[in-house]
C-alpha cells in the first residue's frame, strides 16, 4: 500500500480551492484544482471548500464538498482528477450537508448526513444504492474496518455496527 496524504485547502480569500495528493515527506503528487474539458481560458473549479477526502479502492477521489452553511455535496474524482459523478442527497425534508465519507473494498461510498440521521450507501458511479441507516442521531465521523462500521456522533457517542457489502457491481 502507498503511503500517500490527501489535503483539501481553500484560502481565507476563496481565491484557491485544492485537494493535494502528496507523499508523506511533503513532496505534492498531483494538484486537483479545475474541471477539465473547458477552455483553457475559463477555468471551473470543481471544489467549493473540500472537507473531507476519501480515496477508493479503485483510486477514485470522494470528496465531501461544503457549497453553504446549510448544503453540500459529494464529488467522485478518477485518479486522473476527471469529474465523474455529483450526488446532491436524497429528498429527506432537510438539506443534504454531508459530514463524511468512507469507502468499502468493493468501492461502495459510505456518507454521513447529519442533517437528516442517514447514512447513504453508493456504488463507485455514485449512484445511490440504499440507507445503511435512518434514525442515526447525527453521523457526523464514519471509519470502517473489515466488517465494521464505527459512526461517531456529534453529541459524542461513539456507534458500532456490523457492515456487508452490496454484491451489486457496476463497471466502468
Known sequence: MRKELLIGMRDRFNTRRIIQKMTTSGRV????????GHREWIKYYLFNSPDRIAESYNR?????????????????LSEAGKLRAIYEGQNLGRMFKPSDVCCTRGCEIILGDPRNNAVHVLDKIGKFQRFLLTNCSYPSALRLTQNRILIGSE????????YEESNQSNDF
Open 29 to 36: 503528487l498531483h494538484t486537483f484544482e479545475y474541471e477539465e
Open 155 to 162: 453529541n459524542g457517542s461513539v456507534h458500532v455496527f456490523e
Open 60 to 76: 477514485d477521489l470522494c470528496v465531501v464538498d461544503t457549497m453553504s452553511r446549510n448544503t453540500g455535496r459529494l464529488l467522485i
